[in-house]
């Protein structure tokens, strides 16, 4: 999408040599909100947390299409399973966006690719946990969608001109992805008590997770203050838990449902919803490579990668066999 137009990677303007004046210019473009596009300096450690950061953001996409992949044939109808099915090509559409602006700042996608299955790389903890029911995929919509767009709203103002392109896309897609998952809530919760109970039970399953979406609290955030300074984050973790928060519990009981935090009340002195304590040790153990469905995610992406070989490899001998005849057209003028 981006990579034909980029400086070779021993250009100047990838190896940013640390230097004082460069880094004061730098983030004097970046107050007057000016957005850094691939060829221009940047201090290594910007380019570094955001290699990580979309790169993991474009893993979530990849792995996040298995949960609800798992589901397709299962859908309940030809309606639910045609937007089921374009749901999920939209987050591998996602995934191939994310991975062509990571590599506008020098790593390559068979890198990123590399990290992810060999188990280097993270990707949301979301995506560790199992769908048991068709109300997940109405959960996933309504919730884990909507955490996204949360999140990823903010990102379409980010600093870096290729994220923040991507993300006004990825965005528009994201919110057609929430409303579908809230009509299967409305649709389940409107309907039998055999399905009222399964929305409920898939709501009290996916709660807590979902709010380990938006990172570690602040306090623990290793990268919040530098990725504040750079206007790459717009708000911290808290910040943006508070307003996914503030804004879906109000659809939650408009649904008829219960979130399973006995803490969860309005506080009529700060406005916001006070919310009870996250289970950090959970999220660590997930993103350690240990929540429910870590094994199973991994496994499935690499044999998909293997699967995939063939493609690859025609691919590569399809770019050689034009590259080939280029240079035959060139030297016969
Ligand atoms: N899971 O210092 P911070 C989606 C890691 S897309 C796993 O606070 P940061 C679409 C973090 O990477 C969902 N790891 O980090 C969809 C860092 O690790 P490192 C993904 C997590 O970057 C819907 C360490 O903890 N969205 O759902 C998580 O400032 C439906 C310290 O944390 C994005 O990636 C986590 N939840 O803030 C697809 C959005 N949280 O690298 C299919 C872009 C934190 O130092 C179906 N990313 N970590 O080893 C971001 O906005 C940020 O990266 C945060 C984390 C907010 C996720």
Redesign the pocket.
Known sequence: MYTQALNSQDSAAHTAKEDPQAEARFQARIDAEEKIEPNDWMPAAYRR?LT???A??AH??IV??L??GNWITRAPSLKRKAALLA?VQD?GG?GAYLYAAAETLGTSREEMEDQLLSGAA??????NYPTLSWADIGI??WL??G??IM??IP?CRCSYGPYARAMVRVCKE?SF?QRQGYEIMLALCKGTPAQKAMAQEALDRWWWPVL?????PDK?????ES?MRWKI?RFT?DE?RQKFIDATIPQGHFLGLTFPDPALKFNDTTGHWDYGDIDWVE?KQ??AGNGPCNRQRMAQRRAAHEAGGWVREAANAYARKRQQRAAMSIAAE
């Open positions: 947390t990580r950061q979309i993991q953001h979530s996409e996040g299409m949960p609800e749901k987050e996602h993270k990707y949301s903890s979301i995506f996933i919509g884990v969608d955490a996204a999140n990823q990102l994201e992805h380990m979406m938006f990172g570690p623990d955030s290793q990268h919040t990725a984050k973790n943006l999220f997930v993103v």
